[in-house]
C-alpha cells in the first residue's frame, strides 16, 4: 500500500482554463483543437524564425508559403532542439541574436531532414506552432482517447467511474477539484468506482478491506509525454487529490510510434473496456487463485525479479505484516506492496507496484 502523487501534481499544477468539471466539456475542448489543427511534413530548411518586431523576446516562425506563425514555448523547445541549440539558454538571448542560432542551426549545422510540425488555427487570434516531431511521429489525438471515455463513462460526473470524491464521500465537482485536464501541451483524466467497492483479504495485519477502482489516462499530441493508462485499487483520494491506501498498480504506456494508434485501438480500448465491466467478484477471484498458487522455493522467486537486499527486505516486510513467511503468489505480491511503502523515491515505490502487479497476473497463466 502507499501513495500515488501523479493526480495531486496535476492538480496542484493546472491553471483554470485548463481545468473542466465534465468529460463532455473536455471532449468539446480537444476536439476543438483538433478541428483547428493540421500536421505536415516539411524539410528542415524550409523552416526560419525571425523575430516579432517590436518585442526584443517573441520568435515566430516562416514555412514555405511564407506567413509567419507565432510558436508555443514547447515547440520552441523542440525546434531548438532540432538545430542543435540549447532551448534554455536561447530564452535568455534577445529575439534577433535566438533566431539567428536557430536559423544557422537548420540550415548549416545539421543535416538535411524532415519534420513533422503541427499548427493551430484558432477561431480567434493568430496560427501558432505547437509542435515539431519526427515525421514518423504516431500521434495519438486527446479526443480519439476522450471520445472513447465519453463513450463508455458519459459526462465523468454521474456514473460509476466519475471524478473522485473526498475521502470516500461524493462532491460537486468544480474547477476546485476536478481531475480533468488538457492543455496544448498534454492531457490527464483520473476516474473512480467508489461506490462498487471491492472486499480485499488479508489487506492489514489479516484483516480485509474494502477498496475503489480507479485508473489514470495521459496523452499528449506534441510529444511532451507518451500515452499512458493506469488502473490501481485505493483506500480514497484526499481534498489535494492524493491517492491514499494505492495497491495493484499497473501501467501501461505506448510510445508515438508509427504505429501508436492502431495500438492505442488494439491494445487500450479492450483495457479500459475490460476493466470498467470487471465485477467485484473477479477481482476476489484473481486474488483467491493467487493464494492458491503456492511457490515452491521463495528466494529463487524473488531472486529472479529483485536483488538480493530488495528480495530480504520485502521478505521482512511480509513478516513484519503478516508475521508469517511468504508461502503463495498473493503473500508475494502483498510482501513487494509493504517494502514499496517504505521505499523514499515515488518513481521507485510505482516500479515495485508494477512488479507485484506483475505476480499476481502469475496465478491467472
Known amino acids: 500500500m502507499s501513495t500515488i502523487m501523479k493526480a495531486s501534481r496535476q492538480w496542484a499544477t493546472r491553471p483554470a482554463d485548463e481545468r473542466f468539471v465534465s468529460l463532455w466539456d473536455l471532449n468539446d475542448a480537444v476536439h476543438k483543437f483538433r478541428q483547428t489543427s493540421s500536421s505536415k511534413v516539411l524539410p528542415s530548411r524550409s523552416l526560419e524564425c525571425v523575430p516579432v518586431e517590436g518585442d526584443h523576446k517573441a520568435l515566430q516562425v516562416v514555412g514555405p508559403n511564407g506567413a509567419p506563425v507565432n510558436v508555443t514555448n514547447w515547440a520552441f523547445g523542440q525546434i531548438s532542439a532540432r538545430a542543435g541549440a540549447p532551448a534554455g539558454y ?33 477561431e480567434e487570434g493568430s496560427p501558432e506552432l505547437r509542435a515539431v516531431t519526427g515525421p514518423q511521429y504516431g500521434r495519438i489525438w486527446n479526443s480519439t482517447i ?3 471515455l465519453v463513450d463508455r463513462f458519459g459526462d465523468g460526473i454521474t456514473g460509476d467511474f466519475r471524478v473522485p470524491g473526498e475521502f470516500g464521500k461524493h462532491v460537486d465537482v468544480t474547477k476546485d477539484n476536478t481531475t480533468l485536464y488538457a492543455s496544448d501541451r498534454d492531457m490527464f483524466v483520473f476516474l473512480a468506482d467508489e461506490e462498487h467497492r471491492i472486499t480485499v483479504p488479508n489487506r492489514r495485519n489479516g484483516q480485509s478491506g474494502d477498496l475503489a477502482r480507479g485508473f489514470f489516462v495521459w496523452n499528449s499530441e506534441v510529444g511532451s509525454t507518451t500515452f499512458g493508462i493506469a488502473t490501481f485499487l ?9 491517492v491514499w491506501g494505492a495497491d495493484q498498480y499497473a501501467e ?5 510510434t508509427a504505429s501508436a494508434a492502431d495500438r492505442w485501438l488494439d491494445e487500450v480500448v479492450p483495457a479500459i473496456e475490460n476493466y470498467a465491466n470487471s465485477s467485484s467478484q473477479s477481482v476476489v477471484l484473481a486474488i483467491e487463485d493467487a493464494k492458491k498458487s503456492r511457490i ?26 503478516e508475521d508469517r ?5 498473493w ?8 517494502y514499496a511503502r517504505g521505499v523514499q523515491f515515488q518513481d521507485e515505490r510505482v516500479k515495485l507496484e508494477r512488479e507485484a502487479g506483475k505476480v499476481l497476473d502469475l496465478a491467472t497463466k
Open 325 to 329: 513467511p511468504i508461502e503463495n503468489l
Open 146 to 148: 476522450t471520445q472513447a
Open 90 to 122: 536561447l530564452r535568455t538571448l534577445p529575439s534577433p541574436l535566438a533566431a539567428d542560432n536557430i536559423n544557422y542551426g537548420l540550415q548549416y549545422v545539421r543535416d538535411r531532414e524532415d519534420l513533422g510540425v503541427l499548427l493551430h488555427k484558432p
Open 234 to 242: 485505493f483506500d480514497y483520494v484526499c481534498a489535494n487529490r492524493i
Open 296 to 321: 515452491d522455493n521463495v528466494d529463487v522467486f524473488l531472486a529472479k525479479r529483485f536483488t538480493k537486499s530488495q528480495a530480504n527486505a520485502i521478505k521482512a516486510a511480509h513478516l513484519s505484516d
Open 252 to 256: 501501461v504506456r505506448i510510445r508515438h
Open 331 to 338: 503473500d508475494a505480491a502483498t510482501g513487494i506492496t509493504a
